[in-house]
């Protein structure tokens, strides 16, 4: 089993910063493709941005190019999301996703096993 936990949401001006955080407990997480994944009120859950376990690779959803980034720290469990010049349309609740082989399909939820709870990121124009 795998526990994740996101954390470093909160409520922002747009064209402010934030980084989020997703911490895993349990399994080997050197070994987990990591995912973000966010739903805004009255939508479905979007692909974010993905890496690989090694780091090397990593996929963004069109929206967030240029200005996300994700990242991960294997020795701290602990993988990051920067999120730069925010908007008010990247008002969601952010979750962490990790699956052994989701690097074949990430933007997939399937290719995910194990998600958190999830963490609220409000941006106001």
């Known amino acids: 089993q795998v526990q994740l936990v996101e954390s470093g949401g909160g409520l922002v001006q747009a064209g402010d910063s934030l980084r989020l955080f997703c911490a895993a407990s349990?399994?080997?997480?050197?070994?987990?493709?990591i995912g973000w994944f966010r739903q805004a009120p009255g939508k479905e859950r979007d692909f974010v941005a993905s890496i690989s376990t090694s780091g090397r690779s990593t996929y963004y959803a069109d929206s967030v190019k240029g200005r996300f980034t994700i990242s991960r720290d294997n020795a701290k469990n602990t993988v990051y999301l920067q999120m730069n010049s925010l908007k008010p349309e990247d008002t969601a609740v952010y979750y962490c996703a990790a699956g052994p082989f989701a690097t074949a399909q990430p933007m997939s939820e399937r290719s995910y096993n194990y998600w958190g709870q999830g963490t609220q990121v409000t941006v106001s124009s």
């Open positions: 349990g399994r080997a997480f050197s070994s987990l493709d």
